[in-house]
T-cell receptor
Framework: QKEVEQNSGPLSVPEGAIASLNCTYS??????FFWYRQYSGKSPELIMF????GDKEDGRFTAQLNKASQYVSLLIRDSQPSDSATYLC???????????????FGQGTILTVHP | DGGITQSPKYLFRKEGQNVTLSCEQN?????MYWYRQDPGQGLRLIYY???????QKGDIAEGYSVSREKKESFPLTVTSAQKNPTAFYLC??????????????FGPGTRLTVL
């Protein structure tokens, strides 16, 4: 079982729709969760991070965390063609300091927003 | 401008050669990381360093070496022992200011191709 799993997609949504990206993780000790966006040929850029159960909103983006279900998601409202990219979920483990700041990434979900 | 720089952007290596990838940051971040990304895959951690003159192996350290002589610099050497080095290499840094799972910021990457 992979430590961090995402549907590889591609996920295709029409412009203006809500895109829902999902991520599950295996280690119950995971403390913090990150969503990165990566355009083709470019490096990842941080969109959002979340530490506590529940929702966290930032503009058109909402991150949702459910630690009991070991599940984190990213919702993109009013999707735009410029949102077309690969979205990477990353999880940080905290194991006595030795994993401090270390991220484990999922394989990414390709999102395509069509006009 | 604060940020992370990587050089070169593209690198070609002959089999049997060692090559060194540069990573510099002026964000005053304590921690630095090296990842490898293969097509359609997430990021895999090669090495990371939380303080100067100290570094730890990540998940795929075999065939790679690093040094951390200065806070702002974390070069990666891909040795001839790395059997399949063709990949996109990403350097990242984070501020280890006391909280767990601090978000990481990425440089633009180096694309290495073995001829």
């Amino acid at each position: 079982q992979k430590e961090v799993e995402q549907n590889s997609g591609p996920l295709s949504v029409p412009e203006g729709a809500i895109a829902s990206l999902n991520c599950t993780y295996s280690d119950r000790g995971s403390q913090s969760f990150f969503w990165y966006r990566q355009y083709s040929g470019k490096s990842p850029e941080l969109i959002m991070f979340i530490y506590s159960n529940g929702d966290k909103e930032d503009g058109r983006f909402t991150a949702q965390l459910n630690k009991a279900s070991q599940y984190v998601s990213l919702l993109i409202r009013d999707s735009q063609p410029s949102d077309s990219a690969t979205y990477l979920c990353a999880v940080s483990l905290n194991a006595g300091g030795t994993s401090y700041g270390k991220l484990t990434f999922g394989q990414g979900t390709i999102l395509t927003v069509h006009p | 401008d604060g940020g992370i720089t990587q050089s070169p952007k593209y690198l070609f290596r002959k089999e049997g050669q060692n090559v060194t990838l540069s990573c510099e940051q002026n964000l005053n971040h304590d921690a630095m990381y090296w990842y490898r990304q293969d097509p359609g895959q997430g990021l895999r951690l090669i090495y990371y360093s939380q303080i100067v003159n100290d570094f730890q192996k990540g998940d795929i350290a075999e065939g790679y070496s690093v040094s951390r002589e200065k806070k702002e610099s974390f070069p990666l050497t891909v040795t001839s022992a790395q059997k399949n080095p063709t990949a996109f290499y990403l350097c990242a840094s984070s501020d280890s200011g006391g909280a767990i799972g601090n978000e990481q910021f990425f440089g633009p990457g180096t694309r290495l191709t073995v001829l």
